[in-house]
Nanobody
Framework: QVQLVESGGGLVQAGGSLRLSCEVSGRTFSTLPMGWFRQAPGKEREFVAAMSWSGGSTFYADSVKGRFTISRENAKNTQYLQMNSLKPEDTAVYYC??????????WGQGTQVTVSP
């Protein structure tokens, strides 16, 4: 059974930073393209960032480009999302996801990020 467990969320003031982690178990992490999504109250889930299995390619939503950095540590079966210069509009539940054959099949339970003005 594949499990994704996020951690690192919390409450931070605008302009602050947080680092989210997502630990994967139950399958080979090093061959799994990964991503981060978020869902704010009353809104649909949206794409935040993604990384190829090798880490050689990264992709970001325009709203987070230049502020967020996705990374992975295959030896620890973990991916990260470093979030800097946080804004109140970044407030959401953040989910990590694993991609299989071009589709995000594996999802974590989410971690809450709240940015106060």
């Amino acid at each position: 059974q594949v499990q994704l467990v996020e951690s690192g969320g919390g409450l931070v003031q605008a302009g602050g930073s947080l680092r989210l982690s997502c630990e994967v178990s139950g399958r080979t992490f090093s061959t799994l393209p990964m991503g981060w999504f978020r869902q704010a109250p009353g809104k649909e889930r949206e794409f935040v960032a993604a990384m190829s299995w090798s880490g050689g390619s990264t992709f970001y939503a325009d709203s987070v480009k230049g502020r967020f950095t996705i990374s992975r540590e295959n030896a620890k079966n973990t991916q990260y999302l470093q979030m800097n210069s946080l804004k109140p509009e970044d407030t959401a539940v953040y989910y990590c996801a694993g991609q299989v054959r071009g589709k995000y099949e594996y999802w974590g339970q989410g971690t809450q990020v709240t940015v106060s003005p």
